[in-house]
């Protein structure tokens, strides 16, 4: 059966793209929805930084029609500010607005925004409230299990923000105090997937890096669908994967170099067609240790593309690492998803 999030429909079991700072900018949301992610969302977006204009919170909400559906997400600690953001957000016309309750750095939990919010439940829902009351877009939340072990109240607040109006809600399985270390829990997003007062779709979040993983997560919990974030860095296959062993069983063989190499390049020339050569070519670094992880002896080609300062020197080395992998001069070793 279809998920749907207000008009919006999406295929069952639908795989999410997180909103991820510094990643999930509109060069790698391409490669993803390319490899089948089913829904994306921008980078979070400061409330404060969309009334103030500043130039980099606008172009965060810079999305292409290729893109669909697609989510913006906001965070912040002020419902005026908000609501305000809402409305600057309705413009840009994206399918949907997302709020950012989990957010666990600590730059964003200093200004009271992001998952510390988790600490004050009727403050989350006075902001939430304002934001549905502010837009006509469909209004989802993505946030933790609770502030620590002591707090986690997920099942409350799914309740409390379906009631003011939220039309999806993305549960990771940590709390803020734990940030990404350890395990995620899913069994308090199970419950709030199987409280018969939930009616609107719940996705799961956190270490689901493998198909059998994702099928796992599905089978015990019953959640909606599954949002991928650090999995999918340097590995958009990872949807394409899941998807396909969803519906075989099977798993799909992994990307050679020469398909590695390939996908490196659109989000190289995607990066720097929407942010400029310089920018572009700088910013991209983060990703090739992702793109090649695993691939014997690839340090000195990794410091290489680290020093390289222009698309064509850049190109140069990409296209000479999938000639030199591809021609059998290094022994392959196994490809990990994560």
């Not at 999030?5 to 390319?34: Q, T």
């Not at 340097?234 to 075989?248: A, D, H, M, S, V």
Request: aromatic letters at 8%; a neutral charge; one cysteine or more.
């Amino acid at each position: 059966m279809p998920v749907r999030i207000a008009h919006i429909e999406l295929p069952d079991f639908p795989l999410l793209l997180a909103p991820m700072e510094d990643v999930s900018d509109p060069p790698f949301r391409a490669v993803c929805k390319e490899q089948g992610a089913d829904l994306m969302y921008t980078e979070f977006v400061s409330s404060e930084g969309l009334i103030r204009d500043a130039i980099k919170s606008r172009k965060k909400l810079d999305i292409f029609d290729a893109e669909r559906p697609i989510g913006i997400q906001i965070f912040g600690g002020d419902d005026e500010a908000m609501a305000e953001a809402a409305r600057i957000v309705e413009a840009a016309q994206p399918d949907l607005l997302d709020i950012n309750y989990g957010c666990p750095v600590k730059k964003v939990v200093c200004k009271g925004a992001g998952a510390a919010i988790l600490k004050d439940v009727p403050k989350m829902v006075k902001l939430t409230a304002a934001v549905v009351k502010a837009t006509r877009l469909p209004v989802t939340v993505k946030t933790r299990l609770g502030w620590d072990e002591q707090s986690k109240n997920i099942v409350e607040v799914a309740e409390r923000l379906q009631d003011v109006g939220i039309q999806a809600i993305t549960i990771h399985g940590r709390t803020r105090t734990q940030m990404y270390k350890g395990v995620a829990d899913w069994t308090l997003i199970g419950e709030v997937k199987n409280n018969p007062r939930i009616h609107i779709p719940v996705f799961g979040n956190g270490d689901v890096d493998s198909p059998e993983k994702a099928l796992e997560m599905k089978q015990r919990y019953g959640v909606d669908g599954i949002m991928i974030g650090r999995a999918a860095i340097g590995y958009p296959w990872i949807f394409r994967e899941i998807k396909y062993f969803l519906q075989t069983g099977k798993h799909l063989p992994p990307p050679d170099i020469t398909e590695r190499v390939q996908v490196c390049l659109k989000h190289l020339h995607a990066a720097v067609a929407w942010k400029g050569e310089r920018i572009g070519v700088v910013e991209m670094r983060c990703h090739y240790g992702h793109y090649f992880k695993n691939l014997p002896a690839i340090r000195e080609y990794k410091a290489r593309l680290m020093q390289a300062t222009s698309l064509a020197e850049v190109e140069d080395i990409l296209h000479e690492i999938a000639f030199q992998y591809s021609s059998g001069k290094f022994a392959p070793q196994p490809t990990e998803v994560c």
